[in-house]
């Protein structure tokens, strides 16, 4: 009995001790709620505290999200079984905060404001006759119920509307747009037209701020369609979170790869502003406002890579505590300037400022809710078309004054108009479109471009404007003489005779011939014309002076001037024969007054010339008297130049020129000679002095 207690005694032990071990472990696997984690997310709340990532939690059922610089929350949607939070792509919208009516005091200023105009506060405002044709409308139909804001800013005239420009716009033309996003909803974009809206400039789309995902506007589609149909010019931005050069141009080709089918009127802009929240993948990179300018430029560059303009977008404060602005204009991009404020302080460049209506509140037709209000400032008329700026090569008011033509044609108001000439007829034209750009000093400057576009005037406008400014290429006013000209023509180069600037300075008829400027053509013309007209064309090379320097020249090719050309090119230069140029004369003559070689010179005393002494055939007082033509043309004063006369000219046409030698008694008193040297009249002469005295031979 006692061993049966016992062992009963041994067993409740055992059992309490099994108890103590698995209980807790039976107790932990209690089925929990069957919802997915309750995952709290800071983003979507703008008033939410963030957790510490130093705070442990004793909660196993809700796990805390712990934001940080450096640890994002997964993209991947979150299921009941993950404990990894979702972050939707929506949530980390950056505009949504400033949408929402939480605006930054980064865009706003401590000023005397008036209340909202709203949609309803208002009945149609008559506008000027002129609305339809004149340049400061934009060509744009009457439209009536015209917001008040935007009548006084059409109009130029501020009273009412609370705003005051800047002194540097004074003599701009004023045009007022909107910006729109997918925080605006559906919008009506007739009545938006109806409204003087002039111009739009639609988000495309953004990236996150905290993941950093690029995501597209719901609306952008349609708003880009809308506004267009209805005739509101368009401009796009990127609501921007990039954080390194790499991101800025993703972005920009993220813009890129969506606008192809649309007409652009205005630049593509990067949106540099902070999100709002606390989470801010861009404030918390902490960049420099170095960092930030290249940011800025490599995404405008990327815009401009494809012949469009760029831009920035960035409130006053931003521009100047983030980034270079300066530097952002003097690389030709454009600022969008955000101040919501009657007037600016902000005194950098800028051409469009988005003030919203001096307090950031403006209601107009077509649009739920409050849309942010803009204006363009447009100097001398429009600058662009087909979404391309003409503005570097373009100022309406300087063509017009340099082109009298057009001004008559077009008046002093079709800005439009204007622009359109210059971009279909101007350039080709060669007509020169602002001060800054001479489109014959940039083909002038530039050889590669020559032999790339020949004289397609348009081409070169078009290749400063896209990739010219670019590459630094700033020879654009002033060049007028043709830099790296071709010297090649055939497969000859005609280096060593031509000078392309020389032959345009001393043949002024060739240069009124071709007044543009191209060298091709040019060079073409001296070697199929100049050449036989024995025109200089280079300081070093005298083409008579060359026929006189050398007898078998002369006797191989006569006066065959193209010839001597040929053969200096060709072998004269390589064989080291020298020559000076003319003093006297630049055109061919038949009594050259070119001086030959100084080694080859006679001089006044004796009467030897390469070699040769000719006084058994010569005397210069002799050959004076018997040839009156060449004592008018010569004078007596010129004794070398009379002696090469008879070396050039003379004796080929047997003119007598000493007492003892008659070249018509030697050539027909020998048969010999005549059979061999037939009406080569200054072979006798030769062959007298080398052979026929020593030969006995009569002369007379």
């Known amino acids: 009995m006692k061993k049966r207690k016992l062992l009963l005694g041994l067993a409740i032990i055992l059992l309490i001790a099994l108890g103590v071990l698995f209980l807790p472990k039976i107790m932990n696997n209690t089925p929990q709620s069957t919802e997915p984690p309750a995952t709290t997310l800071k983003a979507t709340q703008a008033t939410s505290t ?157 990236r996150g701020y905290v993941t950093g995902r690029m995501v597209e506007d719901k609306q952008f589609a349609a708003n880009m369609s809308g506004a267009i149909r209805n005739g509101i010019k368009v401009g796009v931005y990127f609501f921007s979170m990039a954080v390194n050069e790499s991101e800025a141009a993703e972005e920009a080709q993220f813009v890129l790869d969506r606008i192809s089918n649309y007409s652009l009127s205005l630049p593509i802009y990067m949106d540099t502003e902070f999100s709002g929240d606390d989470q801010d993948r861009l404030r918390d990179a902490n960049l420099s406002a170095n960092a930030e300018t290249n940011c800025v430029l490599s995404f405008c560059n990327r815009v401009k890579s494809h012949g469009l303009s760029a831009g920035q977008y960035a409130s006053a404060s931003y521009l100047e505590d983030n980034v270079n602005a300066a530097d952002v204009v003097a690389a030709g991009n454009r600022i969008w300037l955000a101040h919501y404020t009657a007037k600016t302080y902000y005194t950098g460049e800028y051409d469009i400022w988005q003030h919203c209506g001096y307090n950031g509140h403006v209601s107009i037709p077509g649009i739920s809710g409050y849309v942010d209000c803009n204006i363009w400032y447009v100097a001398s008329g429009v600058t662009i078309y087909n979404n391309l700026d003409y503005s570097p090569i373009y100022d309406f008011q300087y063509y017009l004054a340099a082109n009298p033509d057009l001004k008559a044609a077009y008046g002093d108001n079709n800005d439009a108009a204007v622009l359109s000439h210059f ?38 406008y078009m290749h400063y404007l896209l990739y010219g400014r670019n590459e630094g290429r700033n020879q654009i006013t002033g060049v007028t003489t043709i830099n790296g000209f071709v010297t090649t023509y055939k497969g000859i180069n005609y280096a060593a005779v031509y000078d392309l600037n020389y032959y345009l300075k001393s043949n002024p008829n060739v240069k009124a011939k071709f007044s543009n400027n191209d060298d091709t ?157 037939g009406n080569n009249l200054k072979a006798y002469y030769i062959h007298y002095i080398e052979y026929g005295k020593a030969e006995g031979r009569i002369c007379s």
């Open 423 to 460: 971009v279909n007829y101007g350039m080709s034209e060669g007509r020169r479109g602002n001060s800054a750009f001479d489109v014959y000093s940039y083909k002038n400057a530039y050889s590669d471009l020559r032999s790339a576009y020949g004289n397609n005037m348009k081409s070169y």
């Open 50 to 206: 963030p957790v510490s990532s130093n705070t442990s939690s004793s909660s196993t059922t809700s796990p805390s999200v712990s934001p940080t610089a450096t640890s994002e929350p997964s993209a991947t949607a979150v299921t009941p079984e993950s404990a990894t939070p979702t972050l939707d792509p929506e949530s980390e919208d950056p505009q949504k905060y400033r949408a929402n009516g939480d605006t930054s005091s980064d865009f706003t200023s401590a000023v005397e404001t008036t209340d909202s105009i709203t949609a309803n506060e208002y009945s149609a405002i008559s506008i000027p006759d002129s609305f339809g044709t004149n340049s400061k409308y934009l060509n744009y139909s009457v439209k009536s119920n015209v917001h008040p804001l935007f009548n006084n800013i059409l109009n130029d005239t501020l009273n009412g509307d609370g705003l005051t420009h800047a002194q540097k716009f004074s003599s701009y033309l004023k045009y007022p747009g909107i910006d729109v996003s997918e925080w605006q909803g559906t919008i009506d974009w007739n009545a938006v037209a109806n409204s003087g809206v002039r111009f739009a400039i639609i988000r495309c789309g953004y």
């Open 521 to 677: 053509a040019i060079l073409a013309d001296f070697v199929n014309a100049g050449m036989s007209e024995g025109r200089i064309a280079i300081e070093t090379f005298d083409v008579n002076a060359y026929k006189n320097a050398y007898s078998d020249l002369r006797i191989a090719f006569g006066n065959n001037l193209k010839a001597y050309y040929m053969h200096y090119i060709q072998y004269g230069k390589a064989e080291g024969r020298v020559l000076t140029t003319a003093a006297s004369s630049q055109q061919s003559t038949t009594q050259s007054t070119a001086t030959p070689a100084p080694e080859s010179m006679p001089s006044s005393t004796n009467t030897k010339y390469n070699g040769i002494d000719y006084s058994i055939v010569y005397n210069y007082q002799y050959y004076l008297t018997a040839n009156p033509d060449v004592k008018a043309y010569y004078g007596t004063d010129n004794e070398a130049a009379v002696f090469m006369h008879f070396i050039t000219c003379g004796m080929q046409e047997g003119r007598r020129a000493n007492e003892t030698f008659n070249i018509s008694a030697y050539k027909n008193k020998q048969s010999d000679l005549r059979q061999a040297f």
